[in-house]
């Protein structure tokens, strides 16, 4: 509804007006009445009206001098005039101050209604008018954005296949387009399907926008390059290494959805904006890909190693000792980052990459005095790094080596039998992924009822139950490392929103997350 204001120093006419005005008629809103021109003037400042309804004669300051002083603090408002005066002077003041409707005295409600609706339908042709400029607007920017996204792209697409740019050209080139220049990240995956291929930036950016913290401090340029799908995200300068990493984690998510070969996505993030080097880095990411040593979620490390080749066995032990002496979930992690370690040092040699894996699993065995092992045991499992193809087959071999190892230790299998000890190391093992009812017991080839029914009777509790259990000792270990928020824990281990993950993890621990970190 307008809002609508009212001056006059006739009080009769005004409370008139204001009782019976055509108000409801003309989607109006009487919001306020002043006798004279210096109350209407405070009024009209403080309300802004949509439309003021005022006389000319009145002491103190007529309504033309009013509707002078207030046309800048409210120079959209519609003006009428109300008037027993009809004077030339009048006429064209009113015209000088671009008055909307001007009716002379005494009025009628009927006039007065056709005046008002005059004034709304000149109210809807403007928010049209505004419509449209924005519109017009908005397929501007998406046209100018399109564009820059478009020579983007060509440009490193120079830069990834010539063999050599010159450093000025560079420099010209990413200032001409306004590339962010604080570091950048590459994202390489295999091309060969449609749903790959289709994809663009602006897919991508539109993906991204919805993580509003970060959306504004990226630009995101992808492309086909030969067999492979190109992303680059370029980082704004100063961007925090947090922000960085975030924004890293998103992006593969996103990139993750976009084919089957889910487990074949590189990236390597270079910290500065040195995009001369640019083609030896995506040259290296391409023949890591080929050698199929890394998935999602593996980010290739920079330029120096952490250990050579002389200190492998000492650090070998350290890492035993480590996970001898840590949690589960602790001693998981270290496995992990051994496999990356071992992967990143050995790399493009997928031999010795295999040979070395299984050199530590022999030692890693070893560390557990005391146990014998027989061929279906840790023994057995260790010559599955044989067949391994890339680095979430070996961290899942070691985990399996890992849990087999624990197993005996604890004599674990002695209390369940051979299928419920197997589903709870699956529950361990997958506890940040889909590990449903169904889901595990279609894993394990057996129905849901008959493994819900059995883990229950050998447990003494339900198999949702066992899952929550292990998700919540999931995310107080991931609290204990404060580069995770609350949130992102909470959709590591499966929930959706914060709320449904508080709640979950206060009634099983007493304690909200915050609380526990």
């Given at each position: 509804?307008?809002?609508?204001?009212?001056?006059?120093?006739?009080?009769?006419?005004?409370?008139?007006?204001?009782?019976?005005?055509?108000?409801?008629?003309?989607?109006?809103?009487?919001?306020?009445?002043?006798?004279?021109?210096?109350?209407?003037?405070?009024?009209?400042?403080?309300?802004?009206?949509?439309?003021?309804?005022?006389?000319?004669?009145?002491?103190?300051?007529?309504?033309?001098?009013?509707?002078?002083?207030?046309?800048?603090?409210?120079?959209?408002?519609?003006?009428?005039?109300?008037?027993?005066?009809?004077?030339?002077?009048?006429?064209?003041?009113?015209?000088?101050?671009?008055?909307?409707?001007?009716?002379?005295?005494?009025?009628?409600?009927?006039?007065?209604?056709?005046?008002?609706?005059?004034?709304?339908?000149?109210?809807?042709?403007?928010?049209?008018?505004?419509?449209?400029?924005?519109?017009?607007?908005?397929?501007?920017?998406?046209?100018?954005?399109?564009?820059?996204?478009?020579?983007?792209?060509?440009?490193?697409?120079?830069?990834?296949?010539?063999?050599?740019?010159?450093?000025?050209?560079?420099?010209?080139?990413?200032?001409?387009?306004?590339?962010?220049?604080?570091?950048?990240?590459?994202?390489?995956?295999?091309?060969?399907?449609?749903?790959?291929?289709?994809?663009?930036?602006?897919?991508?950016?539109?993906?991204?926008?919805?993580?509003?913290?970060?959306?504004?401090?990226?630009?995101?340029?992808?492309?086909?390059?030969?067999?492979?799908?190109?992303?680059?995200?370029l980082y704004k300068k100063y961007m925090?290494?947090?922000?960085?990493?975030y924004a890293e984690e998103k992006m593969?998510?996103?990139?993750?959805?976009?084919?089957?070969?889910?487990?074949?996505?590189?990236?390597?993030?270079?910290?500065?904006?040195?995009?001369?080097?640019?083609?030896?880095?995506?040259?290296?990411?391409?023949?890591?890909?080929?050698?199929?040593?890394?998935?999602?979620?593996?980010?290739?490390?920079?330029?120096?190693?952490?250990?050579?080749?002389?200190?492998?066995?000492?650090?070998?032990?350290?890492?035993?000792?480590?996970?001898?002496?840590?949690?589960?979930?602790?001693?998981?992690?270290?496995?992990?980052?051994?496999?990356?370690?071992?992967?990143?040092?050995?790399?493009?040699?997928?031999?010795?990459?295999?040979?070395?894996?299984?050199?530590?699993?022999?030692?890693?065995?070893?560390?557990?005095?005391?146990?014998?092992?027989?061929?279906?045991?840790?023994?057995?499992?260790?010559?599955?790094?044989?067949?391994?193809?890339?680095?979430?087959?070996?961290?899942?071999?070691?985990?399996?080596?890992?849990?087999?190892?624990?197993?005996?230790?604890?004599?674990?299998?002695?209390?369940?039998?051979?299928?419920?000890?197997?589903?709870?190391?699956?529950?361990?093992?997958?506890?940040?992924?889909?590990?449903?009812?169904?889901?595990?017991?279609?894993?394990?080839?057996?129905?849901?009822?008959?493994?819900?029914?059995?883990?229950?009777?050998?447990?003494?509790?339900?198999?949702?139950?066992?899952?929550?259990?292990?998700?919540?000792?999931?995310?107080?270990?991931?609290?204990?490392?404060?580069?995770?928020?609350?949130?992102?824990?909470?959709?590591?281990?499966?929930?959706?929103?914060?709320?449904?993950?508080?709640?979950?993890?206060?009634?099983?621990?007493?304690?909200?997350?915050?609380?526990?970190?």
């Open positions: 509804m307008y809002k609508v204001v009212l001056i006059d120093d006739n009080e009769i006419f005004l409370e008139s007006l204001k009782k019976n005005g055509p108000w409801n008629e003309t989607d109006c809103c009487l919001e306020g009445v002043a006798y004279d021109g210096i109350s209407g003037k405070k009024m009209i400042e403080e309300l802004r009206p949509d439309i003021i309804i005022t006389d000319i004669s009145m002491p103190e300051m007529d309504g033309l001098t009013m509707v002078e002083a207030i046309r800048k603090e409210c120079p959209g408002s519609k003006i009428l005039i109300i008037t027993g005066y009809d004077k030339f002077e009048y006429a064209q003041k009113a015209l000088q101050l671009k008055v909307n409707q001007i009716l002379l005295k005494p009025v009628s409600l009927h006039d007065l209604q056709c005046a008002l609706s005059a004034i709304g339908e000149e109210f809807k042709k403007e928010e049209e008018r505004n419509n449209n400029f924005i519109s017009l607007q908005k397929k501007l920017d998406l046209n100018k954005r399109n564009y820059e996204r478009e020579q983007r792209k060509r440009m490193f697409q120079l830069l990834l296949t010539l063999p050599c740019c010159d450093q000025a050209w560079i420099d010209k080139q990413t200032e001409k387009h306004e590339c962010y220049d604080g570091g950048y990240t590459i994202f390489v995956m295999p091309a060969d399907q449609k749903s790959i291929i289709e994809k663009d930036s602006a897919v991508i950016e539109s993906e991204m926008e919805k993580y509003r913290d970060i959306a504004p401090l990226i630009q995101i340029v992808s492309f086909v390059n030969s067999s492979y799908f190109i992303t680059l995200v925090r290494k947090d922000k960085i990493s593969r998510n996103i990139l993750r959805d976009f084919g089957d070969q889910k487990e074949y996505l590189l990236s390597v993030t270079c910290a500065n904006n040195h995009f001369y080097r640019m083609q030896d880095r995506y040259e290296k990411l391409i023949l890591q890909l080929e050698e199929r040593m890394y998935f999602l979620y593996e980010t290739v490390a920079g330029d120096q190693l952490k250990f050579s080749e002389s200190h492998i066995m000492t650090y070998f032990e350290t890492v035993i000792t480590n996970v001898k002496t840590s949690k589960y979930e602790d001693g998981v992690l270290a496995l992990d980052k051994l496999v990356e370690e071992i992967s990143q040092f050995y790399t493009p040699d997928l031999v010795l990459i295999r040979t070395a894996l299984n050199g530590f699993s022999v030692l890693l065995v070893r560390a557990f005095d005391g146990m014998e092992y027989g061929e279906t045991g840790a023994h057995g499992l260790m010559n599955g790094f044989n067949t391994v193809m890339n680095i979430k087959q070996a961290k899942e071999q070691l985990h399996a080596i890992y849990r087999e190892c624990l197993k005996q230790r604890s004599g674990e299998d002695k209390k369940y039998s051979a299928l419920v000890l197997a589903v709870l190391q699956y529950v361990r093992g997958n506890v940040y992924g889909d590990i449903s009812l169904e889901r595990t017991a279609r894993y394990f080839n057996v129905s849901s009822g008959y493994l819900s029914g059995l883990v229950k009777k050998e447990t003494g509790i339900n198999y949702n139950q066992i899952v929550l259990q292990e998700k919540i000792n999931a995310a107080k270990e991931l609290l204990k490392h404060p580069e995770y928020s609350i949130e992102e824990i909470g959709e590591k281990i499966g929930y959706t929103n914060y709320i449904s993950f508080y709640k979950a993890f206060k009634k099983a621990t007493g304690m909200s997350p915050r609380e526990c970190r």
